[in-house]
């Protein structure tokens, strides 16, 4: 063959190949796995032991192995005893006083759990370093005191009613060994983390996969039906798939566009007991605090009109029938569910209105702004991360959208962490993006996203702050309800961004390998609790 | 005793295929033809000719197969993407972004590394021997990994691709004109045009470059097909053009999750490009041939 005729040769080859994967036999591993080893095919995580420093979707590597002191229980979502037997507020919520068991034993023999593994745990949350998403709620917390081995008291600044929360499964507080500290030091925690869990840590290959093995001897019996549990990370959906299809995972995280392909292939779909997540498109460049340098006028959205004519430009029932497959129903403020301290009802009744699509109107508000067709140019950025695969696919869709209003768009496609670094260093005036964030109370929701000092910068001015810190202040229900409808109002009337859809987190799994699982979906990570990953029977 | 081989024996027949590129590597008509069809035409008249706007689509129509499978319209004729675009109207848009990127890539990194060359033969010395230096390190770098690189640095935008495709090209010309000066700066006219008075400029652009352009246009040429590969190899990588700009690289990668149930978002587009890369190579080899004297003699 002709040097020159090799190109041409490799794409078809290349065609041939991507073909090959549609008529790819399943192979014969689901039987091998029973009982032996389960492969979940996960698109991946930011790879590191260091829980500290990592956003809670990443949580999913730490979830079979380090415990809390809290747990969220898979059927009712309710905070039930896990390392911590009892728990308490003091009537302010200043104190909350935690009774731990007795009898937890660390693997790899660096002892029982006792108050001074808590207390180092927390300690780990207040390094410079620290970047978890509820790093600075723990940051609030004045004093942690050990008043004997099995008790233990964290005494806030302020008020803080949102403790059993992060405090549980669903928080990002994982007890890890004081004594392996003392010995090891950071360098042996990165490389053998000892928890208390089900499963305990064996290994990771970088970009590759986490493996763990099963503890015979858990602490309150749980006991995982298979004894190897192995994390294959694919970034690639159809790679996951693959993976699943052949028999190389036996769970894989796919967006539901594949999970169509998976189930035509005898898969089975697992959703989350709850709806826990909402996706939501955020407006970058929106720092209302007077005098805050990264402010810039010239940012089409600091406009009203401008955000509101970008919502309504969005056909929501079409985008959740097509990308979503209509799993997912509204959400009207981002963030708040039903279940949320200051949910208002009348939202619903207003929603149509006022974010509803009618590409008209949008065009009339754009140009009202003084944008007129083909005047508006700005960059919608995607990425993926485990349960959040369909990114990509809302940003084209908002691109087509908001072409038929007359607004050009580009669209890049990063990676979660460079997306995550822009919205931080307040660098992110050039662009919108979608994002799937979890459930977690309103009060730690409003601090993680429209605090002026928090870290992310989405939306923030003097009027959430404000109310904010009185929100923070209070613990009457009623006022605390109040308050938090009084933002969350505010927010829905401001167009503060684009609130799309709620749903559950789904995975899809062979039914050879898996014929049960229950998960609540609303643990950090997600896709959790695979000690309650049950087989088919013998 | 004579000598026995396929060839010679009375019932061999060369295979049909290989027969039919010999013909078309002889005759440059079906290159020509192809490259119109494919990749001319739709480039120069692509709002004219594409059914559709590229980047309009509709979620209600996505994902509609072409117009001879069952649920596919003649309105698109090629079916639909996964946000409801035309595919065919993306491929004829998608053929004016190949051509206009690999004509600029390629006169800029032309332009760059026959100047370069020119120098390189014509001073020879130390000034050859940078220049060269840095020719074998642009051509031992990893094509894919540099461009990779260079786009996750600057960000994927049409200049920085052209940027990338011209840091990737300069070389291959450097080389070739180089080679070529030192044997044509020995010849007599150039020693004539030097004692005539002659500046080393007007030598190296009147008198050498003339010399050099037919294995200019030919590199020029298998290059075209070089560049949309590569450039399509980008994009299919996130490192090329943006989205939702209609480049063939993308619309495979937006496809490649989809193989199995929308085969048809990834296929054409993949088609598009092997049979664009395909006439271009026979079209530089005729051309090879032809300007090539001791091919053409034979």
């Given at each position: 063959m002709r040097p020159r005729l090799v190109s041409p040769a490799l794409v078809l080859l290349l065609v041939a190949l991507l073909f090959g994967l549609g008529t790819a036999p399943m192979s014969g591993s689901a039987q091998e796995a029973k009982g032996q080893r389960l492969v979940f095919a996960s698109a991946g995580f930011d790879e590191s032991n260091r829980f500290w420093v990592v956003a809670r979707p990443d949580h999913l590597q730490y979830d079979p192995f380090l415990e809390t002191l809290l747990e969220v229980d898979?059927?009712?979502?309710e905070y039930t005893p896990r390392l911590a037997e009892k728990w308490s507020a003091s009537p302010d919520f200043k104190e909350w006083t935690f009774i731990l068991r007795k009898g937890v034993q660390f693997h790899f023999g660096y002892g029982p759990f006792t108050a001074r593994d808590v207390i180092h745990s927390h300690s780990m949350m207040m390094r410079p370093e620290a970047t978890a998403t509820l790093a600075g709620f723990w940051r609030q917390v004045e004093e942690v005191k050990a008043i004997n081995d099995h008790e233990v008291v964290f005494r806030f600044k302020r008020p803080s009613t949102v403790m059993p929360y992060a405090a549980s499964r669903a928080g990002d507080l994982r007890i890890v060994s004081k004594v392996q500290w003392d010995k090891e030091g950071l360098e042996g925690f990165e490389k053998r983390p000892a928890g208390t869990g089900s499963y305990r840590y064996v290994g990771r290959q970088p970009g590759l996969s986490v493996s763990f093995e099963r503890v015979d001897n858990h602490w309150k019996g749980e006991k995982p039906a298979f004894k190897e549990l192995v994390f294959r990370l694919a970034r690639e959906e159809s790679t996951r798939l693959a993976l699943l299809l052949s028999g190389e995972a036996h769970i894989a995280d796919l967006p539901r566009e594949l999970q169509k392909d998976a189930l035509k292939r005898g898969m089975k779909i697992y959703s989350s007991s709850f709806p826990v997540d909402w996706m939501t498109v955020y407006l970058g460049?929106?720092?209302?605090?007077?005098?805050?340098?990264?402010?810039?006028?010239?940012?089409?959205?600091?406009?009203k009109s401008v955000r509101q004519a970008l919502n309504m430009a969005i056909n929501r029932k079409e985008l959740l029938n097509t990308v979503f497959a209509g799993k997912g129903s509204m959400t009207y403020v981002t963030g708040w569910s039903e279940k949320s301290e200051g949910f208002n009802p009348e939202w619903q009744h207003r929603f149509d209105k006022m974010y509803g699509y009618d590409p008209a109107k949008a065009k009339a508000l754009l140009k009202e702004a003084?944008?007129?067709?083909?005047?508006l140019k700005f960059k919608i950025l995607a990425f993926t991360e485990p349960g959040e695969s369909e990114g990509p696919q809302v940003a084209e869709a908002l691109g087509i959208y908001y072409k038929d209003i007359g607004v050009a768009t580009e669209i890049e496609v990063l990676d979660w962490a460079k997306v995550r670094e822009m919205f931080r260093k307040k660098a992110i005036q050039c662009c919108i993006w979608p994002n799937i964030i979890s459930w977690r109370p309103s009060e730690e929701w409003i601090r993680t996203s429209y605090y002026s000092k928090s870290p992310n910068h989405h939306y923030e001015n003097e009027f959430v702050d404000k109310h904010y810190d009185a929100l923070t202040k209070s613990v009457k229900p009623d006022e605390r309800q109040r308050i938090a409808r009084t933002i969350a109002d505010h927010l829905f009337e401001e167009f503060a961004d684009i609130p799309l859809f709620w749903f559950a987190n789904e995975v899809v799994a062979n039914p050879k390998v898996v014929a049960e699982w229950v998960y609540p979906g609303l643990a950090a990570g997600r896709s959790t609790h695979f000690h309650l990953v049950r087989p088919p029977a013998k | 005793m004579a000598t026995v081989t396929a060839r010679t024996l009375p019932w061999y027949s060369p295979p049909r295929v290989a027969q039919a590129m010999r013909q078309a590597r002889r005759y440059p008509l079906v290159p020509l033809a192809m490259l119109t069809f494919l990749l001319v035409i739709p480039a120069v008249l692509a709002t004219q000719v594409a059914?559709?706007?590229?980047?309009k689509g509709a979620l209600a129509k996505r994902l509609k197969p072409p117009a001879w499978q069952q649920g596919g319209t003649i309105e698109h004729p090629l079916g639909t993407d996964k946000v409801g675009r035309d595919i065919l109207s993306r491929i004829i848009h998608g053929a004016r972004v190949s051509l206009v990127v690999s004509l600029v890539a390629i006169f800029v990194g032309g332009a760059l590394g026959t100047t370069l060359g020119l120098m390189s033969g014509y001073f020879g010395g130390w000034v050859d021997a940078l220049l060269m230096r840095l020719v074998d390190i642009s051509l031992s770098l990893p094509t894919i990994l540099l461009a990779l690189v260079l786009v996750a640095a600057v960000g994927p935008s049409f200049g920085t691709v052209i940027g990338v495709l011209v840091v990737l090209l300069w070389a291959r010309y450097a080389r070739l004109v180089r080679g070529e000066t030192l044997a044509i700066k020995e010849r007599d006219f150039i020693a004539r045009a030097r004692v005539a008075g002659a500046s080393h400029t007007r030598i190296m652009a009147r008198y050498i470059f003339p010399n050099v352009v037919n294995s200019l246009i030919v590199l020029a040429t298998l290059q075209v097909g070089y560049v949309i590969l590569l450039e399509s190899a980008l994009s299919f990588l996130g490192a090329g053009l943006p989205r939702p700009t209609p480049a063939w690289g993308l619309m495979i990668a937006d496809g490649r999750e989809l193989i199995?149930?929308?085969?048809w978002v990834s296929m054409f587009p993949g088609l598009a490009i092997m049979l664009t890369v395909l006439a271009l190579n026979l079209l530089g080899d005729w051309l090879r041939d032809h300007f090539d004297p001791k091919l053409r003699h034979v």
């Open positions: 898979p059927k009712t979502g460049g929106q720092y209302y605090m007077p005098g805050d340098p990264a402010f810039k006028p010239d940012v089409a959205w600091t406009k003084g944008y007129g067709p083909g005047q | 059914p559709h706007d590229p980047l199995v149930t929308a085969w």
